[in-house]
T-cell receptor, first 114, second 117 residues
Framework: QKEVEQNSGPLSVPEGAIASLNCTYSDRGSQSFFWYRQYSGKSPELIMSIYSNGDKEDGRFTAQLNKASQYVSLLIRDSQPSDSATYLCAVNLYSGSTLGRLYFGRGTQLTVWP | GAGVSQSPSNKVTEKGKDVELRCDPISGHTALYWYRQSLGQGLEFLIYFQGNSAPDKSGLPSDRFSAERTGGSVSTLTIQRTQQEDSAVYLC???????????????FGNGTRLTVT
């Protein structure tokens, strides 16, 4: 069973703080990992992808992957009110009959208050 | 267009009617996906296409749901004899290809909000 787990939140942080979002996945064969941001009433948009263990930084965003522990996290530095959204973790097993299926977590709702 | 295009953006239909939802993926993207999202819920996988073929149909919730893709481009999702529980936002996404794990990020359309009364 392919499961992706996230804390539903809500996670509330003050402006300027670091927001830390976590995700665990059940299938050790998973190969690609993504964070999507979804504003209320909008479609998900890709903000980060990560494929190998370690950290990947893009502006204020850092994705961290630990395949041994089967978790992936997203850090948002200097959080802004405009970061308030639901953050979806997604995992691609990329093998066999599920080659194309991206498994999503239920999302963590983040609120950044001024 | 530059992004994934879905139509209609909103659809209200009566219970028992058939509906067709359309998706036009990003040019050059060979993989196409359908997901649905109910209010306050996560993304539920329905089906994906690699080219015109659908290797994984296991996400379709019932035999009232079907999808096709012709010419490796536009896809239609058809729901027959709609039920109230079919009400959701239906999202289409595309990705470059499935020949490499690095090609797999999805780009979503704006969705079709389906309401069955």
């Amino acid at each position: 069973q392919k499961e992706v787990e996230q804390n539903s939140g809500p996670l509330s942080v003050p402006e300027g703080a670091i927001a830390s979002l976590n995700c665990t996945y059940s299938d050790r064969g998973s190969q690609s990992f993504f964070w999507y941001r979804q504003y209320s009433g909008k479609s998900p948009e890709l903000i980060m992808s990560i494929y190998s263990n370690g950290d990947k930084e893009d502006g204020r965003f850092t994705a961290q992957l630990n395949k041994a522990s089967q978790y992936v996290s997203l850090l948002i530095r200097d959080s802004q009110p405009s970061d308030s959204a639901t953050y979806l973790c997604a995992v691609n097993l990329y093998s066999g009959s599920t080659l194309g299926r991206l498994y999503f977590g239920r999302g963590t709702q983040l609120t950044v208050w001024p | 267009g530059a992004g994934v295009s879905q139509s209609p953006s909103n659809k209200v239909t009566e219970k028992g009617k058939d509906v067709e939802l359309r998706c036009d993926p990003i040019s050059g993207h060979t993989a196409l996906y359908w997901y649905r999202q109910s209010l306050g819920q996560g993304l539920e996988f329905l089906i994906y296409f690699q080219g015109n073929s659908a290797p994984d149909k296991s996400g379709l919730p019932s035999d009232r749901f079907s999808a096709e893709r012709t010419g490796g481009s536009v896809s239609t999702l058809t729901i027959q004899r709609t039920q109230q529980e079919d009400s959701a936002v239906y999202l289409c996404a595309s990705s470059l290809a499935l020949d490499s794990v690095y090609n797999s990020p999805l780009h979503f359309g704006n969705g079709t909000r389906l309401t069955v009364t």
